[in-house]
């Protein structure tokens, strides 16, 4: 089965600087990988997918995902984080599910952007 | 605004009552799901439906059922609610079965359930 893990339960960074929100995955194949974002009492947003092509994946609020195959990683990064960014990111990755698919997600990094 | 409505926002249960999540898409998706959230957990799939008048089980089935009787609503209820299953449920849908979709899913707002 697919997974993904999110190493660290929270992130803290200053405003201004570089964000990295780290996720890994095992996968059987080709992996399909998302991110999406939680704000409070939110429901999750779409912030990018990898699928194929370029490695490096651009998506919304200024966001990018690095796929690595050989360190089986989807890094989420941006290069100056706004304390607006603090959110809980989840990544996910796609998996075969009887004749369609499910997302498998991760179990979340809270991300703390501080002034 | 074209997404998924659930209802109620937030509920207060008591254990041994039986309750129905709604959920209703407007976006003529033909897939959906229902995931809780718990702490340190993650969101883990409970139901879900390829298309209307289909559904089948996810990760953590017991307890719950769905129904699928058109394309836009998707209900989820609890027969006879527990205390462990105070969570907070999200409703998703995505198109063509999550295969073409380039957003993955469209989520809900969510419920938060707490069964006392």
């Known amino acids: 089965a697919q997974s993904v893990a999110q190493p660290e339960d929270q992130v803290n960074v200053a405003e201004g600087n570089p964000l990295t929100v780290k996720c890994t995955y095992s996968v059987s194949g080709n992996p399909y990988l998302f991110w999406y974002v939680q704000y409070p009492n939110r429901g999750l947003q779409f912030l990018l997918k990898y699928i194929t092509g370029d490695n490096l994946v651009k998506g919304s609020y200024g966001f990018e995902a690095e796929f690595n195959k050989s360190q089986t990683s989807f890094h989420l990064k941006k290069p100056s984080a706004l304390v607006s960014d603090s959110a809980l990111y989840f990544c996910a990755v796609r998996d075969r599910m009887d004749s369609s698919y499910k997302l498998i997600f991760g179990s979340g990094t809270r991300l703390l952007v501080r002034p | 605004i074209a997404g998924i409505t659930q209802a109620p926002t937030s509920q207060i249960l008591a254990a041994g009552r039986r309750m129905t999540l709604r959920c209703t898409q407007d976006?003529?998706?033909?897939?959906m799901y229902w995931y809780r959230q718990d702490l340190g957990l993650g969101l883990r799939l409970i139901h879900y439906s390829n298309t209307a008048g289909t559904t089948g089980k996810g990760e953590v089935p017991d307890g719950y059922s769905v129904s699928r009787a058109n394309t836009d609503d998707f209900p989820l209820t609890l027969a006879s609610a527990v205390p462990s299953q105070t969570s907070v449920y999200f409703c998703a849908s995505s198109d063509s079965s999550g295969q073409g979709d380039p957003y993955g899913y469209t989520f809900g707002s969510g419920t938060r359930l707490t069964v006392v």
């Open positions: 976006m003529r998706h033909n897939a």
